[in-house]
């Protein structure tokens, strides 16, 4: 079974860039998220789907950060413009139910 | 305001030592505690736990919630180098969404 897909595996931009990260989840899995992992932290939510519709939102900083997954399956997150602190790895995950999430291999992102 | 702690925040051991993780958690509510081992960039599932004092283990990684306590501990047995990782606690709270902690980054030196 192939696991859950994210590119690209590294970014580097300049602040005030606009970046965007891709993610497809395991076949079938209808729930999907992105979680932003700062260095040494663990992962923080930022957005949960279900199927194409949102679940929680609350913790997606909606100034700069915006997120889709238009046909219930691939999502992109976009950060326009990104800031310093943005640098994090980016890690999306897709699960059937809620403790049974699978993550993918993440984004590094780097501001400068 | 939900909270996850794990401690220690890191650990450096010896290839056979046993070793043991902590987690407190205070959240507003709870459904399960799960632990995952994150080696490189994406976690991978290791236990989920809903009810007190049953322990559940595989090979040498061992877990046990205490909903009293409001706590849980992974045990690992005989560590190896291939357990050097960072162990996140987390925790499934009403909103239907994980609260992670910030992890123990384990080192097991030969």
């Known amino acids: 079974e192939a696991g859950v897909a994210q590119s690209p595996r590294y970014k580097i931009i300049e602040k005030r860039q606009s970046v965007a990260f891709w993610c497809n989840p395991i076949s079938g899995h209808a729930t999907l998220y992105w979680y932003q992992q700062i260095l040494g932290q663990g992962p923080k939510l930022l957005i949960q789907f279900q199927n194409n519709g949102v679940v929680d939102d609350s913790q997606l900083p909606k100034d700069r950060f915006s997120a889709e997954r238009l046909k219930g399956v691939d999502s992109t997150l976009k950060i326009q413009p990104a800031k310093l602190e943005d640098s994090a790895v980016y890690l999306c995950a897709s699960s059937l139910m809620i403790n049974t999430q699978y993550f993918g291999p993440g984004t590094r992102l780097t501001v400068l | 305001e939900d909270k996850v702690v794990q401690s220690p925040l890191s650990l450096v051991v010896h290839e056979g030592d046993t070793v043991t993780l902590n987690c407190s958690y205070e959240v507003t509510n709870f459904r399960s505690l799960l632990w995952y081992k994150q080696e490189k960039k994406a976690p991978t599932f290791l236990f989920m736990l809903?009810?007190?004092?049953i322990e559940k283990k595989s090979g040498r990684l061992s877990s046990i919630l205490d909903k009293k306590e409001l706590s849980s501990i992974l045990n690992i047995t005989a560590t190896q180098t291939g357990d050097s990782a960072i162990y996140l606690c987390a925790v499934e709270t009403g909103a239907n969404n994980l609260f992670f902690g910030t992890g123990t980054r384990l080192t097991v030196i030969p």
């Open positions: 809903t009810s007190s004092g």
